[in-house]
């Protein structure tokens, strides 16, 4: 079993810069992808971006490119995501999840999943 423990995230201006972390615990972690979602109210759950377990591959959505870096140590059993050039779309709540299957953008294949944290920018 995989318990997810988000940190980070909170309050920023538009252009700003976030970091989010998901500390892990569990032997699996380092043979798990790892992808971040982010769910807006009133809006579908979507992907963000997905690491391999050997953080050699990364996969974003496009509108996250360039402005969005997912990374990971598994030394520290955690997985990051630097967000920059925010702007006020970019809120949401974010969640980090874990991948048994590799990366994937269907939310479905992921089997465990943070607790979430608030990202608001303002313009």
């Known amino acids: 079993q995989v318990q997810l423990v988000q940190s980070g995230g909170g309050m920023v201006q538009a252009g700003g810069s976030l970091r989010l972390s998901c500390a892990a615990s569990?032997?699996?972690?380092?043979?798990?992808?790892m992808g971040w979602f982010r769910q807006a109210p009133g809006k579908e759950r979507e992907f963000v971006a997905a690491?391999?377990?050997?953080?050699?591959?990364?996969y974003y959505k496009n509108s996250m490119k360039g402005r969005f870096t997912i990374s990971r140590d598994n030394a520290k059993n955690t997985v990051y995501l630097q967000m920059n050039s925010l702007k006020p779309e970019d809120t949401a709540v974010y969640y980090c999840?874990?991948?048994?299957?590799?990366?994937?953008?269907?939310?479905?294949?992921?089997?465990?999943w943070g607790q979430g944290t608030q990202v608001t920018v303002s313009s």
């Open positions: 569990g032997r699996t972690f380092s043979s798990n992808a």
């Open positions: 999840a874990s991948s048994p299957t590799g990366i994937t953008t269907n939310g479905h294949a992921y089997d465990y």
């Open positions: 690491i391999s377990w050997s953080a050699g591959n990364t």
